[in-house]
């Protein structure tokens, strides 16, 4: 079993950045594929960024060049630096992972930007 915990969440200003941060528990933290997602109200959840174990990174069009997601072994955390946030990134960003074809979600952070 994994757990997810996000953080990092809150209330900025259009252009402003912050960085959530994810805890995630277990001993296969490193061979973990690990995402972000969002979701808005009333719309579909989204991925936002990705990372593989060897630390491959994926993007959405959206947020290319905006965000980085990043990951520490060792602190068994996943990161994702939001910079030059716009009122649309406003969602509830969640932490998944995937390892062995068994995946996790977290309960998510509020994330909203004020225009």
């Known amino acids: 079993q994994v757990q997810l915990v996000e953080s990092g969440g809150g209330l900025v200003q259009a252009g402003g950045s912050l960085r959530l941060s994810c805890a995630a528990s277990?001993?296969?933290?490193?061979?973990?594929?690990m995402a972000w997602y969002r979701q808005a109200p009333e719309k579909q959840r989204e991925l936002v960024a990705s990372?593989?174990?060897?630390?491959?990174?994926n993007y959405a069009d959206s947020v290319k060049g905006r965000f980085t997601i990043s990951r520490d072994n060792a602190k068994n955390m996943v990161y994702l630096q939001m910079n030059s946030l716009r009122p649309e990134d406003t969602a509830v960003y969640y932490c998944?992972?995937?390892?062995?074809?068994?995946?996790?979600w977290g309960q998510g952070t509020q994330v909203t930007v004020s225009s």
């Open positions: 998944y992972s995937r390892a062995n074809f068994v995946t996790f």
């Open positions: 277990g001993s296969i933290f490193s061979r973990s594929a």
């Open positions: 990372i593989t174990s060897g630390g491959s990174t």
